[in-house]
């Protein structure tokens, strides 16, 4: 029997860009790196529903309810994707779970800032999921086959997310004096924690190096952040909101915007559990889980009872 | 009863039918105890727009795939049979319809 160097058919795979599936050989870390971070984006999308449920019962009309829980069912639709592509790599989603419980996997930082007032539901529309489409868009063409197909199919469905939450805005802002205040005060709050969701500079980002040899990751934080702010900008000047960076401004010859330092010592607090809501946001999960346990339990003994009865 | 571990019960990938007469194409995968709650489960998750008319669900162990490493030794026999497809074959001058 011919001998197979895998470590080569893996790397030839990966420089002719032929995708990655779940059955090929892969190295032990390529299998971690993809865990991880396709875990935490899915625990991303299911943690994200908790400030958006905090409006569905203070919707302002029935159309805006009825976009609310939509979205927020696509939230869950999306990690339950994401779930299903870390599950080709052979972990289980009771242990994806219990990693998150345990404090071993994250989340999107974003999702430990409250949602105040309804322009934060605007604000997270816009800005929360107008990053995280830039970061998805990259993502379609990462080399792992299930997470690239889980990326195009989220792809197709976010950008209502984002133009919903944009209608948020742009309504506030042709509102009253007190709603356009309010618009601007979810900007002034939102602004800055979009900004990292992208992750560190990246010149500090630990897990770059990987992720970029092996086209998980296509394309780089500080690219990614740029693409946003470049577009988000126009998008913000057109309904009249202002930019809270008194240190952005075009810059003419790289074609886009310079911006202020960002807070890494927030991003960090957050990340180590003192954002607003971290412990919030958790103890919502554990307890969904938790008081969720008999269903599960009762529909398995269910399933149980009807296979013994088949076989009698 | 008490003795169950938490689950999040089996798996079973989902296929899609986009429209009549189309191939069933795979989406994703589902959890559920039996099929009735699969088939709620994949409704729920991968139709939420339009995506189809149909549905198979199959349990994710009952897949049988072929190994990424006999690839090239277990597709080779179908690379050199040129005769297998019509443009191997001469035609006369002048023929039609053929």
């Known amino acids: 029997m011919e001998h197979i160097d895998h470590l080569k058919v893996f790397e030839t795979k990966i420089e002719q860009d032929i995708n990655i599936e779940a059955k090929d050989w892969m190295p032990d870390d390529y299998r971690k790196h993809l865990i991880r971070q396709i875990s935490q984006h899915a625990h991303s999308e299911v943690i994200g529903m908790q400030p958006e449920g905090n409006w569905i019962t203070r919707a302002p009309s029935l159309r805006a309810k009825k976009i609310l829980l939509a979205k927020i069912q696509d939230e869950g639709g999306h990690g339950l994707y994401l779930y299903s592509a870390a599950e080709t790599l052979g972990i289980g989603r009771d242990e994806l779970i219990q990693q998150l419980h345990d404090g071993k996997a994250k989340y999107s930082n974003i999702f430990n800032y409250p949602s105040l007032t309804w ?78 969701m992208f992750g560190p500079h990246d010149t500090d980002s630990p897990h770059t190096g990987n992720a970029v040899k092996w086209k998980i990751k296509r394309q780089s934080n500080d690219t990614l952040r740029q693409k946003f702010i470049d577009k988000t900008v126009q998008q913000a ?52 889980h938790e008081e969720g346990e008999w269903v599960r339990k009762a529909a398995s003994a269910y399933s149980n009872k009807q296979k013994l009865r088949v076989s009698q | 009863m008490e003795n169950v571990k938490d689950t999040q019960w089996p798996i079973w990938e989902v296929f899609i039918q986009s429209q009549p007469g189309t191939p069933y194409k795979h989406a994703g995968s589902v959890h559920g105890s039996d099929k009735e709650i699969a088939m709620q489960n994949a409704r729920d998750t991968y139709f939420r727009r339009n995506e189809g ?45 053929i």
């Not at chain 1, 489409?133 to 976010?158: D, F, H």
């Not at chain 2, 009952?62 to 019509?86: L, V």
Request: proline letters at 6%; a negative charge.
């Open chain 1, 119 to 196: 322009a934060d539901i605007g604000a997270i529309g816009w800005l929360v999921d107008g990053a995280a489409i830039v970061n998805q868009v990259s993502l379609q063409r990462t080399s792992y086959g299930p997470y690239s197909r889980a990326m195009v199919r989220i792809c197709k469905e976010e950008s209502f997310h984002q133009r919903q939450g944009y209608e948020i805005m742009a309504k506030m802002m042709a509102g009253t004096a007190a709603q356009r205040e309010m618009a601007q005060d979810a900007m002034n709050r939102w602004w800055w924690p979009a900004l990292m």
């Open chain 1, 237 to 288: 000047e057109v309904i009249g909101l202002t930019i809270p960076d008194p240190d952005l401004k075009w810059n003419e010859e790289k074609k886009s915007y310079d911006h202020g330092e960002i807070n890494w010592n927030e991003f960090r607090e957050v990340i180590n559990g003192n954002g607003p809501c971290n412990r919030q946001r958790m103890s919502n999960h554990i307890k969904a």
């Open chain 2, 53 to 97: 008319t149909s549905i198979w669900l199959v349990p994710t162990d009952c897949i049988i795939a072929s190994n990424p490493d006999d690839a090239e030794m277990f597709f080779d026999p179908s690379n050199d049979k040129a005769y297998r497809h019509p443009t191997f074959y001469t035609m006369p001058e002048g023929a039609l319809n």
